[in-house]
């Protein structure tokens, strides 16, 4: 048996970092003059075995101490129409990068 303890460095894909880049200027401004975050990350896991990226959506100010995993969290419904496109404008981006839907690939 062999326990792993911490999780790896959570480093985005150079080419599906440009595609949600792209997506999230799609539906809003883009900041990329923030400094690299050094948070350990589950997701980490998913991009050793698969190129992705890692996003955050902005969720706005943790009030009263109420930051994410807390059991006083409150999630800011507000920031679901840029989430949802964002997430739409990965997918179409994805699809146009790898030529879907081609006519072999639908059922």
Excluded: C, Q
């Excluded at 997506?23 to 896991?45: C, I, K, N, P, Q």
């Excluded at 989430?83 to 879907?100: C, I, M, P, T």
């Amino acid at each position: 048996m062999e326990f792993k303890v911490g999780v790896p460095v959570t480093a985005n894909h150079p080419a599906e970092r440009e595609l949600a880049a792209v997506a999230a200027g799609a539906v809003t401004a883009v900041r990329r003059d923030l400094a690299a975050a050094m948070t350990g990350e589950d997701f980490s896991w998913f991009l050793h075995e698969v190129p992705g990226a890692f996003v955050w959506i902005g969720n706005g100010p943790a009030e009263g101490g109420r930051e994410l995993h807390h059991p006083n969290y409150d999630f800011n419904d507000a920031i679901l129409p840029a989430a949802s496109g964002f997430l739409a404008e990965v997918a179409k981006g994805r699809s146009a990068r790898d030529n879907y839907p081609r006519r072999d690939r639908v059922a």
